[in-house]
């Protein structure tokens, strides 16, 4: 199969074939994980968009099912779009959708399971009360979707916030419910930024203060903060703030929503329209992202898919209680075969990339570890504010400095045509040092009609003290890669003509001036996952 179509992903979630985008109501429920998403059952590009169902009970392998929700009424027959599910009491689970009508309205809706007792939930049934919501007022009809996952106050009352936008304003609507299914907007909403356009998918949801643990969205107690995430210029960013009950107010704590490449997101590469759950099995929460794809139209049809999701990730809060970490879940571990190890090498500087040997490394998962010492002769800049994305595409993986860049190549052809270089660099500013971590991909193809961007973020750590780390998820066509043990993510789509299947390699390497030492690097081949449909 990868012989004919290289770009199809071994573990990272898409269907047999044809379109997906949004990740859809994500839960886990009765001892299995639901994920529905964005899906065009007929082809390769948008359309007909149906909540596609998929079920597992590791998070790694799946089971498609028929489509939960299809475009069949007429307040949802342009479109079954994004939502939430939230489990009601009973427990019982609901979907919350917003469907897009003849005339493009966009409308909120209600589905619940026909079978409580069936463990796959199977068959939905759209509400018979539909549309639960519609544009009224200062609400713009084209500009009202993807409900959240509603979550209980003291009051005993469900809420949900709803994306729009507001005076121009993106905004996460808030509403109020009894029951679930009749709901009343809020005379003010959850949040808004007069920054931004639209907001879409909004998610809000409490993160714990003294743990990694997750909490569920209605937990009521001490030692949380809240994270409220909002779609908007193609990328998630997010804000953590304080939350009140009482009142609904939420206060932002960092840096407030805007559009900024210095501004906190979930990922700093090609990752949109997220969405997370409560995993009460593993009390941890878990985020999906849609990753879209860096190719044509015409490579769609030719390839017959669009999309994948991207690996499940673990989210918590950091210590710093200034930023979010993610991580890919554990049962990743689940895939892991052979295994190639590395330690204590020193990487000159300016010297050739050194090749990891005896792996297959169109489908691995590697962990490397760099360590810097003395940092006084690191490139100096005048400023300890400055656009990451902006200095990665000025400098990248073939501009040398003092220290970096320094990293992988992966998905490397053997003579180095084509490699997509995930690396850091350290500078020193005025009053701290920068860690720098980007993701090149302007080498990625010989081809040149696919998306070649390069992506940059700052690790939150201190080089002098800490080693300098990197993970990276590389499957054929993507490589998600997390830096600072998850402090960043950077997820890359690529199209390699010549690195493909067994023709691609992983190097290490150093491009800097200054010596780094790799600590250890531990890499694996990855097993294939089972995507098998039971319709
Ligand atoms: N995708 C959905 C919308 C959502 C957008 C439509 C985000 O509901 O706002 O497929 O990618």
Same mark, same amino acid.
């Given at each position: 199969?990868?012989?004919?179509?290289?770009?199809?992903?071994?573990?990272?979630?898409?269907?047999?074939?044809?379109?997906?985008?949004?990740?859809?109501?994500?839960?886990?429920?009765?001892?299995?994980?639901?994920?529905?998403?964005?899906?065009?059952?007929?082809?390769?590009?948008?359309?007909?968009?149906?909540?596609?169902?998929?079920?597992?009970?590791?998070?790694?392998?799946?089971?498609?099912?028929?489509?939960?929700?299809?475009?069949?009424?007429?307040?949802?027959?342009?479109?079954?779009?994004?939502?939430?599910?939230?489990?009601?009491?009973?427990?019982?689970?609901?979907?919350?959708?917003?469907?897009?009508?003849?005339?493009?309205?966009?409308?909120?809706?209600?589905?619940?399971?026909?079978?409580?007792?069936?463990?796959?939930?199977?068959?939905?049934?759209?509400?018979?009360?539909?549309?639960?919501?519609?544009?009224?007022?200062?609400?713009?009809?084209?500009?009202?979707?993807?409900?959240?996952?509603?979550?209980?106050?003291?009051?005993?009352?469900?809420?949900?916030?709803?994306?729009?936008?507001?005076?121009?304003?993106?905004?996460?609507?808030?509403?109020?419910?009894?029951?679930?299914?009749?709901?009343?907007?809020?005379?003010?909403?959850?949040?808004?930024?007069?920054?931004?356009?639209?907001?879409?998918?909004?998610?809000?949801?409490?993160?714990?203060?003294?743990?990694?643990?997750?909490?569920?969205?209605?937990?009521?107690?001490?030692?949380?903060?809240?994270?409220?995430?909002?779609?908007?210029?193609?990328?998630?960013?997010?804000?953590?703030?304080?939350?009140?009950?009482?009142?609904?107010?939420?206060?932002?704590?960092?840096?407030?929503?805007?559009?900024?490449?210095?501004?906190?997101?979930?990922?700093?590469?090609?990752?949109?329209?997220?969405?997370?759950?409560?995993?009460?099995?593993?009390?941890?929460?878990?985020?999906?992202?849609?990753?879209?794809?860096?190719?044509?139209?015409?490579?769609?049809?030719?390839?017959?898919?669009?999309?994948?999701?991207?690996?499940?990730?673990? @989210?918590?809060? !950091?210590?710093?209680?200034?930023? *979010?970490?993610?991580? =890919?879940?554990? $049962?990743?571990?689940? +895939? #892991?075969?052979?295994?190639?190890?590395?330690?204590?090498?020193?990487?000159?500087?300016?010297?050739?990339?050194?090749?990891?040997?005896?792996?297959?490394?169109?489908?691995?998962?590697?962990?490397?570890?760099?360590?810097?010492?003395?940092?006084?002769?690191?490139?100096?800049?005048?400023?300890?504010?400055?656009?990451?994305?902006?200095?990665?595409?000025?400098?990248?993986?073939?501009?040398?400095?003092?220290?970096?860049?320094?990293?992988?190549?992966?998905?490397?052809?053997?003579?180095?045509?084509?490699?997509?270089?995930?690396?850091?660099?350290?500078?020193?500013?005025?009053?701290?040092?920068?860690?720098?971590?980007?993701?090149?991909?302007?080498?990625?193809?010989?081809?040149?009609? @696919?998306?070649? !961007?390069?992506?940059?973020?700052? *690790?939150?750590?201190? =080089?002098?003290? $800490?080693?300098?780390? +990197? #993970?990276?998820?590389?499957?054929?066509?993507?490589?998600?890669?997390?830096?600072?043990?998850?402090?960043?993510?950077?997820?890359?789509?690529?199209?390699?003509?010549?690195?493909?299947?067994?023709?691609?390699?992983?190097?290490?390497?150093?491009?800097?001036?200054?010596?780094?030492?790799?600590?250890?690097?531990?890499?694996?081949?990855?097993?294939?996952?089972?995507?098998?449909?039971?319709?």
């Amino acid at each position: 199969q990868h012989h004919l179509q290289p770009y199809r992903t071994g573990f990272h979630f898409q269907p047999l074939k044809n379109w997906i985008n949004d990740p859809n109501g994500p839960m886990y429920f009765n001892g299995v994980y639901h994920l529905f998403y964005q899906y065009n059952p007929y082809g390769p590009l948008w359309g007909n968009i149906s909540w596609g169902h998929s079920i597992s009970h590791d998070l790694v392998n799946w089971f498609i099912l028929e489509p939960a929700l299809s475009p069949k009424e007429t307040y949802d027959i342009e479109g079954c779009l994004s939502g939430s599910t939230t489990i009601l009491d009973g427990p019982k689970p609901i979907i919350l959708y917003t469907g897009q009508d003849s005339d493009k309205n966009q409308l909120q809706n209600l589905a619940f399971p026909k079978n409580l007792s069936d463990p796959l939930l199977k068959d939905w049934i759209k509400w018979d009360g539909n549309p639960i919501l519609t544009a009224v007022n200062d609400i713009n009809s084209s500009q009202f979707r993807d409900p959240s996952t509603a979550w209980m106050g003291p009051d005993g009352k469900w809420r949900m916030v709803i994306g729009s936008e507001i005076n121009g304003h993106g905004t996460a609507l808030l509403y109020y419910s009894s029951n679930g299914f009749n709901w009343t907007r809020s005379d003010k909403p959850l949040h808004f930024s007069s920054e931004t356009g639209m907001w879409e998918c909004p998610d809000f949801y409490p993160v714990s203060s003294v743990g990694k643990n997750g909490i569920d969205v209605s937990f009521q107690g001490n030692n949380t903060v809240h994270v409220l995430k909002a779609s908007y210029n193609g990328h998630e960013y997010y804000v953590i703030g304080s939350y009140d009950p009482q009142t609904d107010q939420f206060l932002a704590v960092t840096q407030d929503f805007r559009v900024s490449n210095m501004q906190l997101r979930y990922d700093y590469g090609r990752f949109y329209a997220s969405k997370s759950f409560y995993d009460s099995a593993k009390q941890r929460r878990v985020l999906w992202g849609w990753v879209d794809e860096g190719d044509s139209e015409l490579d769609a049809i030719k390839k017959g898919w669009s999309g994948l999701q991207s690996f499940p990730r673990s @989210v918590w809060l !950091s210590d710093t209680h200034k930023q *979010l970490v993610q991580w =890919p879940v554990e $049962e990743i571990e689940k +895939l #892991r075969a052979k295994q190639v190890n590395m330690k204590n090498i020193e990487l000159k500087g300016e010297t050739s990339p050194l090749k990891v040997p005896g792996l297959r490394a169109s489908q691995a998962d590697i962990e490397v570890f760099f360590s810097v010492t003395n940092l006084s002769d690191a490139e100096q800049i005048d400023s300890d504010v400055f656009d990451p994305q902006l200095l990665c595409e000025q400098k990248n993986a073939s501009s040398s400095g003092s220290f970096g860049p320094f990293g992988i190549l992966v998905l490397a052809s053997k003579n180095l045509t084509e490699y997509t270089a995930v690396f850091f660099r350290v500078f020193k500013g005025p009053n701290k040092f920068h860690v720098l971590m980007c993701s090149d991909q302007s080498r990625s193809s010989v081809a040149e009609k @696919v998306d070649k !961007s390069i992506y940059g973020t700052f *690790l939150d750590l201190d =080089p002098l003290h $800490e080693k300098i780390s +990197l #993970r990276s998820l590389i499957d054929h066509s993507i490589v998600e890669s997390f830096g600072g043990e998850g402090l960043a993510c950077i997820t890359a789509r690529v199209y390699p003509k010549i690195a493909i299947n067994k023709h691609a390699k992983l190097y290490v390497f150093n491009n800097g001036t200054k010596n780094v030492t790799l600590s250890s690097l531990n890499a694996w081949n990855m097993n294939k996952t089972r995507i098998v449909p039971i319709g």
